[in-house]
């Protein structure tokens, strides 16, 4: 009895499961293929026209624009899937096919060729696999453009700012006296070193994290040189921990030379510069440990700070230090002017280095940058007018004009 | 988990509340927890260095067999000078040429980038009508308009800040400790969820007191 009904068994538990779940499976797989339109099948659509290969102008002779009309059958019917181009490189007759463009699209920007060869572009119209017969471009040789006039008005601003900044330099070295306004925070320095001396206490001078590549760094530098020469004048002690060997290095020179100004080289100590870790925390760790050991009064922080300018600036609150810092870390401003007792805002940094310095280089960078910021406002004032006043008379001369203010500003590669 | 594992999180935890510490005051825990991370990570930046510039960027592009490079060797001999003021006063001054040859190369290099994208467009997205759209628009339109010009004044040294123009140089200010407070609370936030970080670390995978 058993023996006979073995194979219904087997045919209820295993075969016929087996068969509803291949079905469910075939149908679900049918039902996830594309929906193929009854006509596509020997729909082949039509082709596009007018395919014109352009040099793209101002370039290295690597790129060529591709435009053509779509086809009747994109713009009517939308029975298309797209383009398909292919380059054929004249000379040696290589064919390759570069990408299928989305329906719709008229336009592309080749800008992977060799200058000097000579190129034509194949376009098929493309519709579930059924592809148009090819239409040709016309033959185009890639070519160099040495200046690219795209830039023309942003060599004209340069050329205006630099141009002021070498006549101010040239100014400034023939001895004519260039005037640049008091910035408060310099007073500072030299109460802040004045209250070290009274106290007997060392000052510490923080050049921020960065190398000697970045400027802020380098500001930082020339206004220790400034340091450097009343600590030097008044024997005080400077302590100044880097991250950088390099800062280590020129600071040491700094430093030195300002001993050596002073009269008093032998009073000066490569430990004065300590490198201690490029690692950023373990610098900041290490700082603050120097910090809260020698109880310095007056920090500086002037360089380039980033997520340790709070941590330093608050262990110096903690000690009582008079604090100065100059940064032009935009996200780190707001943490000095909180915490410090004084704070160089930005370019304040770079200014107070040249006023410092006396140096024609600087003064004169200095004031041929106030006219790149003159030039700037004049063209915020005027531009803001005359967009407004287009927007509210409608005329069209001064929306052109707008249009050619915005143009100015904008850089086209 | 592994011994290694659960050595590693005691680790961390031990040196994570070694710098917190610090908050208290100065103690020999957190001298140790300095020592440790200035000493490891000078270390991790010396092995880094070298094997990052001197093997890969040096000497695998300069002895390459198939074709050597010449242009690593630049970077070497300025790397050579900057060694020479371990020599002696009298060869030390060649010290000074990779200094000045970074420097001028750094300012060269980004002097177009940062006009461009610090001055340039930022005075092209200034140049927009004021009195367009919504109040709210209005309002947010003027803000950027005088905003940049009031900071520019500010940071003109040209002038003495007296008169009209230092008038117009204290709204720049104003502007500009706005943005800072701005900033500040924002900052904090993000370090806020920075501190919460470490707090899940100790209290979830060392502690376990949280999932």
Redesign the interface.
């Known amino acids: 009895m058993k023996d006979y009904h073995r194979p219904q068994l087997l045919f209820q538990i295993f075969i016929l499961p087996l068969v509803v779940i291949l079905s469910l499976t075939s149908a679900l797989t049918a039902q996830e293929q594309p929906v193929i339109p009854a006509d596509s099948i020997i729909h082949i659509p039509a082709p596009t026209s007018n395919v014109v290969a352009v040099d793209y102008v101002y370039d290295r002779g690597e790129t060529v624009e591709l435009t053509w009309n779509l086809s009747p059958d994109d713009t009517i019917g939308g029975r298309i899937d797209g383009y398909e181009l292919t380059r054929i490189e004249q000379s040696t007759g290589k064919m390759d096919t570069l990408e299928v463009i989305p329906a719709g699209i008229s336009y592309y920007k080749d800008d992977k060729l060799t200058h000097g060869h000579k190129y034509a572009y194949l376009i098929r119209s493309v519709y579930f696999g059924a592809k148009s017969s090819p239409v040709s471009s016309n033959i185009i040789t890639p070519s160099i453009e040495i200046i690219n006039w795209r830039l023309a008005n942003?060599f004209a601003?340069?050329f205006i700012?630099c141009g002021s900044v070498i006549y101010f330099i040239a100014h400034a070295k023939k001895g004519k006296k260039l005037?640049?306004?008091?910035?408060a925070g310099l007073e500072a320095i030299d109460e802040a070193i004045g209250r070290a001396t009274e106290m007997g206490r060392p000052i510490l001078f923080v050049p921020g994290i960065n190398?000697?590549?970045?400027?802020q760094t380098?500001a930082g530098i020339t206004l220790l040189s400034r340091v450097a020469k009343v600590v030097a004048d008044y024997d005080i002690r400077i302590n100044m921990p880097v991250s950088r060997s390099?800062v280590m290095?020129?600071a040491r020179e700094t430093i030195k030379e300002a001993y050596i100004g002073a009269g008093r080289p032998d009073a000066y100590n490569d430990d004065m510069v300590r490198y201690?870790?490029?690692?950023q925390?373990?610098?900041v760790?290490?700082v603050?440990?120097i910090m809260?050991?020698d109880k310095p009064a007056t920090c500086f922080y002037l360089g380039a700070f980033f997520a340790e300018s709070?941590i330093l600036a608050e262990t110096g609150n903690s000690i009582g230090a008079i604090q100065i810092a100059g940064t032009a870390q935009?996200?780190q401003?707001?943490?000095f002017?909180?915490a410090c007792d004084y704070t160089l805002?930005?370019?304040?940094l770079f200014?107070a280095s040249a006023y410092l310095s006396n140096e024609p280089k600087q003064l004169g960078s200095?004031?041929g940058q106030?006219v790149?910021?003159?030039v700037?406002?004049i063209?915020?004032?005027i531009?803001?007018l005359i967009?407004?006043l287009?927007?509210?008379t409608g005329s069209s001369s001064l929306e052109n004009l707008?249009e050619f203010?915005?143009r100015?500003?904008?850089?086209v590669s | 988990m592994s011994w290694e594992q659960t050595f590693g999180i005691w680790l961390a935890a031990a040196f994570t509340l070694g710098?917190v510490s610090?908050l208290y005051?100065?103690n020999i825990f957190?001298?140790v927890?300095?020592a440790i991370?200035?000493g490891?990570?000078?270390g991790?930046?010396f092995v880094t260095y070298f094997w990052d510039n001197l093997y890969r960027k040096f000497y695998l592009q300069a002895f390459d067999p198939v074709s050597p490079h010449i242009a690593p060797w630049v970077g070497f001999i300025l790397g050579v000078l900057?060694l020479t003021?371990l020599f002696g006063a009298k060869i030390a001054w060649l010290?000074r040429w990779p200094?000045a040859f970074?420097?001028g190369?750094?300012?060269g290099v980004y002097m177009?980038f940062y006009?461009?994208s610090n001055?340039?467009?930022q005075?092209?997205a200034?140049?927009?009508?004021?009195?367009?759209g919504s109040f709210g628009d209005i309002v947010s339109n003027v803000l950027i308009?005088a905003g940049?010009?009031c900071g520019?004044?500010y940071?003109?040294?040209?002038?003495?800040?007296k008169g009209v123009f230092g008038g117009a140089a204290r709204v720049g200010i104003w502007f500009?400790?706005v943005t800072?407070?701005a900033?500040?609370g924002y900052?904090v936030m993000s370090?806020m969820s920075l501190m919460l970080g470490r707090l899940d670390f100790l209290f979830g995978d060392w502690l376990r007191l949280i999932s």
């Open positions: 942003l601003i340069a700012l005037f640049i306004r008091k910035i190398d000697m590549d970045d400027v380098i390099l290095t020129t201690i870790t490029d690692e925390f373990g610098y760790a290490a603050d440990g809260v050991r709070l935009p996200a401003l707001p943490f002017v909180a805002i930005g370019e304040e200014a200095l004031k106030d790149g910021k003159f700037a406002m063209a915020i004032v531009g803001v967009a407004t287009a927007e509210l707008s203010m915005n100015l500003f904008t850089i | 710098i610090f005051r100065d957190y001298k927890c300095e991370f200035v490891s990570s000078a991790y930046w900057m003021r010290s200094l970074i420097i190369a750094t300012a177009m006009f461009v001055a340039m467009l005075i092209g200034s140049i927009k009508p004021v009195f367009v308009a940049t010009f520019l004044v940071f003109f040294f040209s002038k003495e800040h500009l400790m800072f407070g900033s500040f900052t370090r």
